[in-house]
Nanobody, 122 residues
Framework: QVQLVESGGGLVQAGDSLRLSCAAS????????MGWFRQAPGKEREFVAT????????YYGDSVKGRFTISRDNTKNTVYLQMNSLKPEDTAVYYC???????????????WGQGTQVTVSS
């Protein structure tokens, strides 16, 4: 069982940066691929970024490529999402997820956090 807790969300202006963190419980964190997804009101959950268990593989959604960076620190059981050049369309609840395989879709992820709100004003 893995429990995930996101933090770092907030209200920022367009062009600002934020760093989200996702702290995981349990000794097996390093065995899981980690992903970030987001969901805006009235929209489906959208893939943002994912990273393999070792950190050697990363993938990004087209809308965030070049602006967001996913990373992980297995010694701290934490995955990060550095978000730069934020836009109003990045406004959403951001969720981290853990799964046995790296994926750009939600279904392979077994564990989800409760989400953290990111609001970007224009």
């Amino acid at each position: 069982q893995v429990q995930l807790v996101e933090s770092g969300g907030g209200l920022v202006q367009a062009g600002d940066s934020l760093r989200l963190s996702c702290a995981a419980s349990g000794p097996t964190f390093s065995r899981y691929a980690m992903g970030w997804f987001r969901q805006a009101p009235g929209k489906e959950r959208e893939f943002v970024a994912t990273i393999s268990w070792s950190g050697g593989l990363t993938y990004y959604g087209d809308s965030v490529k070049g602006r967001f960076t996913i990373s992980r620190d297995n010694t701290k059981n934490t995955v990060y999402l550095q978000m730069n050049s934020l836009k109003p369309e990045d406004t959403a609840v951001y969720y981290c997820a853990a799964g046995r395989v790296i994926s750009t879709t939600p279904s392979p992820y077994n564990y989800w956090g409760q989400g953290t709100q990111v609001t970007v004003s224009s």
